[in-house]
């Protein structure tokens, strides 16, 4: 059968970077393979290949089980964080790196057991000419004003941005049919999407392992499930996928998250509310969509004033706030956290966070209790305690002076014997007396209850007791 010239050209580009794929018989499904869902993604936004080519290992051993990379087709130049979301030609892979750079760093990941997402942006082209209702399409190569929504005159390479998206007017036509600001809203002809199969088969052959859809919301749900079907046809059921969907008066998680796996604003909005300054702590667990694939962050790069100054979505005034938050998404049981790599980095908790949800997950597969529960043992609207059944637990103070309280009362809980606290490596005992169960060591045995420093999380897993009768 005679390929199509964008699918064909998608082949030469297999070809060109040395992989030989071999084509699915028609008519016979892949066999599908249930996924792992991720433990943790580290997200390392705008991030060279080589850079994180030198950091995969010491990331997988902290417990990131994925890292994403920023997408990897050829974009509009410069250096800018953004560039990298408007797309020039998906036949070229061209991104943080060389395709050669992008297979060496998958190689090394998957050397060191962790996985590869890519993020791919499939609604829209980039706007080059900076004029804010047209583009000239002789920069897309492969692509005609057939492949748009948007206004055209016969023999014209200018194509006219036709409308603006509507949030809030109970139907989601604009929002899927109009352009994002002044970027080309693509509509998914045979020839885009035949282009877009060509790119995630390439990228599935240097050895990606799963997904992100950027602008989920703005694609027709049809046309994304075609997208994750042929994704887990060609990759045996062994890509890992998520979408981006924003939540807005026209548009729920509800729509998307029968696809695949989608981004959890609305965890996030509630968690701001929660950690903000003015917020109570009281009000969590917060509200968050039904769903345990869901992919859960304090923040992500489109929340961040200081990355988008006019177009930060329902931003923290104190980011600081935001790396509490992110301490609190990686002690829950629920969701794939997603960790942005500047939060990483700033936060001294957040790596022991991924190690403290790497135990959980492993205590809970030899069938220990690690259920999440969110305590009532301290009334505050600054610090909440977090219990995983018997096996560990999370503290959080968002405050700034130091929390000090003599006496903690555990009756109610699970929680019982020795812990140890991650980062700091102190012992905490929980001990029964006189019918009741009490915080009888924090550090030492001269001093029982909870001690907790200004801006901090403390995560603590369950040891033999032994491990608390030092000094």
């Not at 070229?92 to 990941?109: H, M, N, S, V, Y």
């Not at 696809?259 to 929660?274: G, P, T």
């Not at 560990?392 to 130091?402: A, H, I, Q, T, Y």
Request: hydrophobic letters at 40%.
């Amino acid at each position: 059968m005679a390929l199509s010239p964008p699918l064909a050209a998608g082949v030469a580009l297999l070809t060109s970077l040395g992989l030989c794929l071999a084509p699915l018989q028609a008519g016979v499904a892949a066999p599908l393979q249930a996924v792992e869902q991720p433990l943790a993604i580290y997200h390392a936004f705008h991030q060279p290949y080589r850079q994180l080519g030198s950091q995969v290992c010491g990331l997988a051993r902290q417990g990131y089980s994925h890292v994403q990379i920023s997408p990897a087709q050829l974009s509009s130049r410069g250096s800018e964080w953004w560039r990298r979301y408007q797309p020039i030609d998906h036949s070229r892979l061209e991104g943080l790196g060389t395709a050669e750079e992008l297979r060496q760093l998958i190689d090394r990941a998957h050397g060191c057991r962790i996985k590869v997402i890519a993020d791919v942006v499939f609604n829209h082209m980039a706007d080059l000419d900076g004029r804010p209702d047209q583009e000239d399409l002789r920069a897309f190569p492969g692509l005609s004003s057939a492949d748009f929504n948007a206004l055209s005159r016969p023999g014209d390479p200018l194509i006219r941005r036709p409308c603006e998206p509507d949030y809030a007017n109970n139907e989601r036509r604009s929002e899927v049919e109009c352009w994002l600001g002044t970027l080309p809203d693509l509509n998914f002809s045979a020839n885009v999407r035949a282009r877009h199969k060509a790119h995630l088969r390439a990228l599935l052959a240097l050895g990606i392992d799963g997904f992100r859809f950027d602008a989920a919301k703005h694609m027709p749900p049809a046309v994304v499930k075609e997208y994750i079907d042929y994704v887990n046809a060609q990759s045996a059921g062994r890509s890992w996928n998520y979408l981006e969907v924003i939540e807005d008066h026209d548009t729920r998680a509800e729509e998307y998250n029968g696809i695949a796996a989608v981004s959890d604003f609305r965890l996030y909005r509630s968690l701001r509310r929660a950690f903000r300054y003015g917020g109570d702590l009281r009000s969590l667990p917060p509200e968050a969509l039904n769903d345990s694939r869901s992919v859960v962050f304090g923040q992500n790069h489109d929340t961040i004033r200081a990355l988008n100054p006019q177009h930060a979505l329902d931003p923290y005034d104190d980011e600081g706030d935001a790396y509490l938050a992110t301490a609190y998404v990686l002690a829950r049981e629920a969701g794939t956290p997603l960790v942005l790599n500047r939060d990483h980095r700033r936060a001294a908790y957040i790596p022991y966070g991924v190690t403290f949800r790497r135990i959980m997950a492993a205590r809970g597969r030899e069938g220990r209790n690690v259920r999440e529960t969110v305590l009532r043992v301290i009334d505050s609207p600054l610090v909440l305690v977090m219990e995983r059944g018997a096996e560990g637990f999370f503290v959080v103070n968002k405050g700034s002076g130091r929390w000090d309280q003599p006496v903690l009362d555990l009756t109610l809980t699970k929680l019982d014997g020795c812990y140890r606290e991650l980062r700091n490596g102190f012992t905490v005992a929980i001990e029964k007396r006189q019918g009741r169960k009490f915080v009888t060591r924090w550090g030492r045995w001269s001093r029982g209850g909870i001690e907790l420093q200004g801006r901090d999380a403390l995560y603590f897993i369950r040891e033999p007791f032994d491990q608390c009768s030092a000094p």
